[in-house]
């Protein structure tokens, strides 16, 4: 379903990774147990790999692909979304399971931190069998969601992608996704796919838990020994890039009235992304990250804002 993908112009950015239903409930203090809880309940568009594609477009990446797996149910639905949103689908249609969903608990009044329900869906059922190589054709970059990592078919599909990459000399970037699911999965088996990497962007909780470390930036730096660039990011503290064993830049986070902060991880990989398919330095690609993870938490939802969304989603009573 979706665009082919191959003939594209040179220079593109192919994400493979998760497409996903957001249903996101926004509501002010604690949850109230076995009663009801008042909140303003939207379903949206969302999915961490389907994120930093569109992310990434909105940062000015003209050539954007994405390859991932949905169910029947809402293939239509997303693959509008993605296309409105500047993003040339390649979605899988799955011909069993439904598209995944997730629930985003957003506790208004606690900096927008949010808690997810997640049933995975058809997003983690992508095999070897949907990856070509003509996918990378005129591809400069490509970013797989960790959430390929957590089933079987899905990180073979992983593999496959990332060998074929490197074959051909495309850089890869990976992002962890979940500390959660990390933890499941195990560190010295993610650490072991991410010595391959070329660029591998955790956030601070999943940088610590893959190295043990209490300190972020001594996480980062340990990280950054095994290979890859290391983007490590923490919200309102910002990021910070290591290199070879060290740490050697910091970035301060964009001040930003936080309403959502579901999809601000996305967004800073998508506008860094965007900012390396341009051929910036991996710093000033951080420093275009953090503006748009900025952007991310003043808006509810995963996705960037478009002219006719714009105060589409009022706060929660």
Same mark, same amino acid.
């Given at each position: 379903?979706?665009?082919?993908?191959?003939?594209?112009?040179?220079?593109?950015?192919?994400?493979?990774?998760?497409?996903?239903?957001?249903?996101?409930?926004?509501?002010? @203090?604690?949850?109230?147990?076995?009663?009801?809880?008042?909140?303003?309940?939207?379903?949206?568009?969302?999915?961490? @790999?389907?994120?930093?594609?569109?992310?990434?477009?909105?940062?000015?990446?003209?050539?954007?692909?994405?390859?991932?797996?949905? @169910?029947?149910?809402?293939?239509?639905?997303?693959?509008?979304?993605?296309?409105?949103?500047?993003?040339?689908?390649?979605?899988?249609?799955?011909?069993?399971?439904?598209?995944?969903?997730?629930?985003?608990?957003?506790?208004?009044?606690?900096?927008?931190?949010?808690?997810?329900?997640?049933?995975?869906?058809?997003?983690?059922?992508?095999?070897?069998?949907?990856?070509?190589?003509?996918?990378?054709?005129?591809?400069?970059?490509?970013?797989?969601?960790?959430?390929?990592?957590?089933?079987?078919?899905?990180?073979?599909?992983?593999?496959?992608?990332?060998?074929?990459?490197?074959?051909?000399?495309?850089?890869?970037?990976?992002?962890?996704?979940?500390?959660?699911?990390?933890?499941?999965?195990?560190?010295?088996?993610?650490?072991?796919?991410?010595?391959?990497?070329?660029?591998?962007?955790?956030?601070?909780?999943?940088?610590?838990?893959?190295?043990?470390?209490?300190?972020?930036? @001594?996480?980062?730096?340990?990280?950054?020994?095994?290979?890859?660039?290391?983007?490590?990011?923490?919200?309102?503290?910002?990021?910070?890039?290591?290199?070879?064993?060290?740490?050697?830049?910091?970035?301060?986070?964009?001040?930003?009235?936080?309403?959502?902060?579901?999809?601000?991880?996305?967004?800073?990989?998508?506008?860094?992304?965007?900012?390396?398919?341009?051929?910036?330095?991996?710093?000033?690609?951080?420093?275009?990250?953090?503006?748009?993870?900025?952007?991310?938490?003043?808006?509810?939802?995963?996705?960037?804002?478009?002219?006719?969304?714009?105060?589409?989603?009022?706060?929660?009573?």
């Amino acid at each position: 379903m979706g665009d082919e993908v191959s003939d594209g112009p040179a220079g593109g950015l192919l994400v493979v990774g998760d497409v996903i239903t957001d249903v996101v409930a926004r509501h002010r @203090g604690p949850l109230a147990a076995s009663t009801d809880t008042a909140a303003v309940i939207r379903t949206l568009p969302g999915g961490a @790999g389907a994120n930093v594609a569109c992310w990434a477009a909105d940062g000015g990446c003209a050539d954007v692909r994405l390859l991932a797996r949905v @169910g029947a149910d809402a293939a239509w639905w997303h693959e509008r979304e993605l296309l409105a949103a500047g993003v040339r689908p390649r979605l899988v249609v799955d011909p069993v399971a439904p598209t995944g969903t997730v629930i985003c608990l957003v506790d208004g009044e606690a900096a927008a931190e949010r808690t997810f329900l997640t049933s995975s869906g058809a997003s983690l059922r992508l095999e070897p069998a949907d990856w070509s190589e003509a996918l990378l054709d005129g591809v400069a970059r490509l970013h797989l969601s960790g959430y390929l990592l957590f089933t079987e078919s899905s990180r073979a599909l992983a593999e496959a992608a990332l060998a074929a990459a490197r074959a051909r000399g495309v850089p890869v970037s990976l992002d962890p996704a979940s500390a959660g699911f990390l933890a499941r999965f195990g560190t010295e088996r993610f650490l072991r796919f991410a010595e391959r990497l070329d660029v591998l962007l955790p956030s601070r909780d999943e940088a610590c838990l893959l190295t043990g470390a209490s300190d972020w930036a @001594g996480a980062a730096a340990e990280l950054s020994g095994l290979g890859p660039v290391v983007v490590a990011k923490s919200g309102a503290e910002g990021a910070l890039v290591a290199r070879s064993g060290a740490v050697c830049a910091r970035v301060p986070a964009v001040p930003a009235q936080a309403r959502d902060s579901t999809g601000a991880g996305d967004a800073f990989t998508g506008a860094f992304l965007a900012a390396l398919v341009a051929g910036v330095s991996v710093e000033e690609a951080v420093v275009r990250g953090c503006r748009a993870g900025a952007r991310a938490v003043e808006r509810v939802g995963g996705r960037p804002p478009r002219p006719d969304e714009e105060g589409w989603a009022p706060d929660a009573p």
